[in-house]
């Protein structure tokens, strides 16, 4: 069994949505369910899921316009994997350019899916607990490589940021010289 994750499958088409559906509840991943791009973006922004699963052929607002709205418009970073019938190129890269994590080309086989979902979960899981760091109004992404102080960014040089790196990741600890010149 899976921990308690929470996705929302978007998918039009009906008996995919349910066998996609009834195999990620039997491993223990909560399901909701938006047979459309408008649901989708409603859901997304005023539920909070682990994932996203999103086809790319919808009625209405495609899977690569709800993509885009979310990343642009609604600043979610929550991991996308995209579905597409036609396994185009084209589509693979408007996926990804629109923000996408992941890319699946269907027919796929189910634990396919459930593997690259819990993949990129427990990728952005890690990359935002352990890699971000605030301090007062000082911001550090090491997965992003950005620093922010007061909302504004600060750019610093590989070595600046591996120092601030490292004091903000003891704090408010004490740092031994010999670790500093280990970075340095
Ligand atoms: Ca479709």
């Known amino acids: ?41 409603h859901l997304a922004v005023t539920n909070t899921y682990d994932a996203i699963v999103l086809d790319i052929g919808l009625p209405g607002v495609n ?8 990343r642009q418009e609604a600043h979610s ?11 185009q190129l084209e589509d693979k890269l408007a996926g990804f350019d629109a923000g996408a994590d992941d890319y ?6 189910m634990p396919e899916l459930e593997a690259r979902l819990l993949a ?17 109004d000082l911001i550090l992404d090491a997965a992003r490589f950005t620093v922010t102080r007061a909302g504004r960014s600060i750019r610093l040089s590989g070595k600046q940021f591996d ?16 670790s500093v010149e280990r970075v340095l």
């Open 163 to 178: 120092l601030l790196h490292l004091l903000m990741r003891e704090s408010p600890n004490l740092v031994s010289r010999e």
């Open 120 to 136: 990129i979960i427990r990728r952005r899981r890690s990359s935002a607990f352990q890699d971000h760091y605030e301090i007062g």
């Open 1 to 41: 069994m899976n921990e308690q994750f929470v996705i929302l499958l978007v998918e039009d088409h009906l008996p995919l949505a349910e066998t996609i559906g009834a195999y990620l509840e039997e491993t223990g991943i909560a399901v909701d369910f938006a047979p459309n791009g408008l649901t989708a973006l």
């Open 63 to 70: 899977g690569l316009e709800v993509c885009r709205k979310l």
């Open 77 to 87: 970073a929550t991991p996308i994997i995209m579905l597409t019938a036609r396994d």
């Open 104 to 109: 699946l080309v269907k027919p796929f086989a």
